[in-house]
């Protein structure tokens, strides 16, 4: 039995229900949350490994909340609604959601997807652990920009910066090759993994958390190619 906890956050108590009967099924652990509120009291108290989420809740919506957790953390959010509308989609990934997944949808696809996402997440995680473990540089510096690599830790204009682990890949990636400008499928491969299958979107909306977090970063938009971290005077 795996130890996975995942939190399914919707005020419809049937689809509550039944989403973590078949979760239950696969072995993962459940708790079922009508509010975005009481998700963030879980949240605080003892943090899933994986949200569900439905878009429309009472009180602070999924988007919100969606925005609130992707603040913090990057475990994997797939979020449900009955809006079959492309902009909901695009807005869900924009802010930070793996998967978008339209009611009525087939709970046997809702776990394939949950079983995809974790798999590709925790791996990712044991990847990184073992890459910094195996860095032969402790801290890069470009600029202002500092990272200490073994502690996972970021400086910038000599203040520390609380970042996610997604923003510390991003932030490494162009830190070890200054002014060199990534695509965003190459920075989808770099950040996200080979296997992932959402929209690139989700590099613009990182880039956006990180520029919001550090004023005056140079992390510059290449046009109709993706971005790069400039560094004046540095080599290419």
């Known amino acids: 039995m795996n130890n996975y906890l995942i939190a399914v956050v919707d005020d419809d108590r049937n689809i509550r229900e039944l989403v973590e009967a078949y979760l239950s099924k696969e072995n993962y652990r459940t708790v079922g949350l009508e509010s975005a509120e009481e998700a963030l009291r879980q949240w605080h108290d003892d943090p899933p490994d994986m949200w569900v989420l439905d878009v429309m809740l009472p009180g602070m919506d999924g988007y919100e909340f969606c925005k609130r957790i992707r603040s913090e953390a990057e475990v994997p959010i797939i979020m449900i609604s009955a809006r079959d509308n492309e902009v909901d989609k695009i807005l869900g990934l924009e802010l930070g959601s793996d998967d ?47 990272l200490i690599v073994e502690e996972r830790r970021v400086r910038w204009l000599g203040e520390e910066v609380e970042v996610t682990s997604k923003e510390f890949s991003l932030l490494k990636m162009f830190a070890e090759r200054p002014n060199r400008a990534f695509t965003r499928d190459e920075i989808l491969i770099l950040v996200w993994g080979d296997d992932y299958f959402g929209s690139d979107r989700a590099v613009d909306h990182l880039v956006k958390r990180i520029r919001k977090k550090m004023d005056d970063l140079p992390i510059e938009s290449v046009w109709g190619h993706g971005y790069r971290l400039r560094n004046e005077g540095g080599e290419q």
């Open 100 to 146: 978008y997944l339209v009611k009525p949808f087939s709970p046997r696809e809702l776990v394939a997807r949950v079983k995809r996402h974790l798999q590709r997440w925790y791996k990712s995680r044991g990847s990184e652990e073992n890459a910094q473990e195996l860095q032969s540089s402790p801290r890069i510096e470009v600029g202002q920009l500092e």
